[in-house]
């Protein structure tokens, strides 16, 4: 059966290639030869034309492409209240191509006044949609899980349970923000989970202090507490994956390590899931997964241009469907195709044939 409220059958994860002028556009910026509103005025036109693109090829949510970031995630976590961003250098490596060492810190108490810029880029979004908008942030655990003590000073933060709390909190009131101004399809890109099934990544934080096997609970509760005053018709889901930069990748392992705790102690309704490659594991994990809850499988990867076949990805959704109802999966590709400005190494026209793909299997599918 089709359904009717996100996430859809055809579905994807957020964001897409940065076309030519966009990048130019930035490039003039960043070397100073247009203004500020120039750029804007560049972003909003090619933002309109990449939402039109979404609907015509018949995915019914849209997104900005996230075409004002840099970065899936700095942007936004280095716009919250008492959070800093700067140059550093990298602890937790990419398998080939690294990206600009940008870090985060705290530089303050965590602010709760819901003010955020990319509240506006959601409106963008609505207004200018006819698709249902959805909105792309990271997970809370962002904030911590690269840098742990580090990012957060002992002046500021003596008890690390009080940056937890407020952490939650702050995204508490950005998340209602978005509430407010109409947002009813969030999602919360949650890489540390899926890090926390990789042996290597699990050594790095028990290395450094923290304790690989308490880490995901302490980040379900921030992220119950970032989602815990939203209405009731807004669709709450999450994206799992292991690092996604110019088609290279940081971790690998089965969601087993963590399963339990991520379908069952967050109050999360859909989850979109890593799984073009053996780095993601088997299904079994999927027996986890409540009734109530909703599995988006991305099976065709946004790494390559290599298009899947029909065939090939529906014996991998009958695969998933001995763990989990059909009924309660959908399909997607296994991550944006740009998490940063830089654009994963394929080409615009690959990236729709993929996306036309997804399309065409979830109507053969489920109708």
């Given at each position: ?80 209240s008492g959070v800093e961003v700067y140059l ?11 990206p600009k060492p940008m870090m985060l810190r ?145 971790a690998s392992g089965g969601y087993e390590p ?110």
């Amino acid at each position: 059966m089709p359904r009717t409220k996100p996430p859809f059958r055809a579905d994807h994860v957020g964001s897409l290639l940065r076309p030519a002028a966009l990048k130019a556009a930035r490039g003039k910026r960043e070397r100073g030869e247009i203004s500020a509103a120039e750029l804007a005025a560049v972003e909003d036109r090619e933002i309109e034309k990449v939402i039109r693109k979404q609907e015509d090829i018949g995915l019914r949510s849209v997104t900005d492409g996230e075409f004002r970031r840099a970065f899936w995630n700095y942007d936004f976590l280095g716009k919250l209240s008492g959070v800093e961003v700067y140059l550093g250098e990298r602890k937790i490596k990419f398998q080939g191509r690294q990206p600009k060492p940008m870090m985060l810190r705290v530089i303050g108490k965590l602010g709760a006044d819901g003010a955020h810029p990319m509240t506006e880029h959601f409106k963008f979004v609505a207004a200018h949609a006819k698709a249902m908008p959805k909105m792309t942030i990271p997970s809370p655990s962002s904030l911590h899980f690269r840098y742990g003590r580090d990012a957060v000073p002992a002046s500021i933060y003596p008890a690390m349970d009080d940056f937890y709390r407020d952490l939650g909190e702050s995204y508490r009131a950005v998340v209602r923000a978005f509430a407010d101004a109409g947002c009813r399809y969030l999602q919360l890109d949650e890489v540390n989970f899926a890090y926390l099934c990789d042996p290597k990544l699990r050594a790095f934080v028990a290395e450094r202090g923290d304790d690989p096997q308490t880490l995901p609970h302490i980040y379900a509760r921030m992220i119950n507490a970032a989602i815990s005053d939203v209405p009731a018709d807004m669709t709450k889901a999450m994206h799992l994956c292991r690092g996604n930069f110019q088609s290279s990748f940081v971790a690998s392992g089965g969601y087993e390590p963590v399963a339990e705790i991520l379908f069952n102690e967050i109050d999360i309704d859909a989850y979109f899931m890593e799984y073009d490659s053996d780095r993601a594991g088997g299904f079994e994990p999927l027996r986890f997964v409540p009734k109530r809850k909703i599995v988006v499988l991305g099976l065709v990867t946004s790494k390559s241009g290599t298009l899947e076949s029909k065939d090939a990805i529906k014996r991998r959704i009958d695969e998933a469907a001995k763990f989990v109802e059909l009924e309660q999966l959908c399909l997607s590709p296994q991550c944006g195709f740009a998490s940063s400005e830089e654009g994963n190494i394929l080409a615009e026209d690959e990236q729709w044939a993929k996306l036309r793909r997804i399309v065409e299997v979830a109507d053969e599918v489920w109708g």
